[in-house]
């Protein structure tokens, strides 16, 4: 009789043809809500497409600093020199759609102030450095100073990125679209990361960004929610 198992022990010792015939689907509901992952959750509850762009970076930021405790933690093996790949691809999308979201509700917002309307648009494609000179555009048309200044360390964070390069691809691939080696593989010297001074630029970006789009967001919805308790109490106006 065989010994029973089950998915969470260490099942490294059977054979690859036996394990991909009994692992379940893992996109089947075991039925444990605490050991699962609900893809929909979020977007369900957050109907407006700028909220969804704002949870989506919120993950890729918390798992870039989990990341980044547990270098600090235990780097003995150097596992930091692999791990750092990730983490920086993390906080470069993490940007980028908090960025787009951004964009997108301020416009709505500034149109909104006027009495306008302004549809959802979320645009710019992976430019990290353009997408944050669109929204310190956006807020200085406004003359929003106090935001300026939050977006200014955004801006100087991702001018240190790209005095290094302004190839995003460096946290995906050793090498270009091209196929030329990016700046750390052809650099002769040491091309390191601070760890503790990384970990402080990223706490502060992401708190930066989560709270600019929170407030934004909150902002938008008193405009609406004011609009439309004038529309029930008098009708269009």
């Not at 762009?53 to 003995?76: V, W």
């Not at 596992?79 to 759609?97: C, R």
């Not at 003359?143 to 200014?152: I, P």
Request: aromatic fraction near 14%; charged fraction near 25%; include cysteine.
């Amino acid at each position: 009789m065989e010994e029973q198992r089950y998915i969470t022990d260490d099942l490294s010792d059977i054979e690859t043809s036996k394990l991909m015939n009994s692992l379940p689907n893992y996109f089947d509901f075991s039925g444990d809500m605490q050991r699962t992952a609900y893809l929909n959750w979020r977007f369900e509850f957050n109907r407006d497409l700028e909220n969804q762009f704002y949870d989506m970076a919120k993950g890729y930021f918390e798992t870039s600093l989990s990341l980044i405790e547990n270098c600090l933690s235990d780097n003995l093996g150097h596992k930091a020199d692999i791990w750092i790949f990730p983490i920086m691809f993390n906080v470069v999308h993490g940007i980028e759609v908090y960025l787009k979201g951004f964009n997108s509700q301020y416009r709505i917002l500034a149109k909104l102030q006027r009495d306008e309307y302004q549809a959802t648009k979320i645009e710019g494609k992976h430019d990290i450095r353009q997408l944050c000179q669109v929204a310190i555009s956006l807020v200085k048309d406004n003359n929003d100073k106090d935001l300026l200044v939050e977006l200014t360390f955004i801006k100087r964070f991702i001018d240190i990125l790209y005095a290094n390069t302004d190839d995003m691809t460096f946290a995906r691939y050793p090498v270009t679209s091209k196929g030329e080696q990016h700046f750390y593989v052809k650099e002769k010297d040491n091309v390191t990361i601070d760890l503790d001074v990384f970990r402080q630029w990223v706490i502060r970006v992401f708190h930066i960004l989560d709270s600019c789009t929170g407030f934004i967001d909150f902002q938008v919805d008193q405009i609406l929610e004011w609009k439309y308790e004038m529309q029930q109490e008098y009708g269009d106006y």
